[in-house]
């Protein structure tokens, strides 16, 4: 057993979402879900921060309403855009839909307490669990996106996001070994 000092919280098992309020400011957190015609090709960057040291383990990623076949990469980025790790090109369930699905290659990342971006690209139009909400408030959250993007780039060199919709992807992640 560890000791925590009183008030402190830090959990053993845990997820960052791109929705999470705890780890980054309000990016859609107040709409339904609904199923979204991804962009082929293009990456998605959101800001995230952590005051614990942490690793992540896997990712994971809401699939929409539609079977088609895609392929998807995940990354950590520091703040200017550096690439720390991504998964790569990764096939996603083919022939299942509506369900969250998660990876099993990435190869576990320990995290120092920062601030980083987390991101994810697909190379096709599948649907994804997506929130939708006005049009800028994504970009306010610090959203950021860079177009023809099968696989994210080193390094990065996102716009300023332009879309109505984020999707609900995140990663696993723990504190102790597991």
Request: glycine share 6%; charged share 10%.
């Amino acid at each position: 057993m560890t000791y925590r000092p009183r008030g402190v919280y830090e959990p053993n098992l845990f997820a960052i979402s791109s929705h999470s309020l705890r780890t980054h400011s309000r990016a859609g957190a107040t709409v339904a879900s609904t199923s979204t015609a991804w962009v082929a090709n293009l990456g998605v960057y959101v800001p995230f921060t952590t005051s614990i040291p942490l690793t992540v383990y896997e990712w994971w990623i809401g699939l929409g309403t539609l079977t088609t076949a895609a392929n998807a990469d995940f990354g950590i980025y520091n703040e200017d855009f550096t690439k720390v790790q991504s998964l790569g090109s990764t096939a996603l369930s083919v022939g299942t839909a509506s369900i969250i699905t998660n990876t099993t290659t990435w190869t576990d990342l320990a995290l120092a307490p920062g601030a980083y971006y987390m991101a994810f690209s697909s190379d096709s139009t599948r649907n994804f669990e997506c929130s939708s909400d006005a049009l800028g408030l994504y970009q306010a959250s610090g959203c950021m996106e860079q177009t023809s993007v099968a696989t994210l780039p080193s390094p990065a060199v996102p716009v300023a996001y332009a879309r109505a919709f984020l999707p609900n992807f995140g990663m696993n992640c723990y504190t102790v070994a597991i």
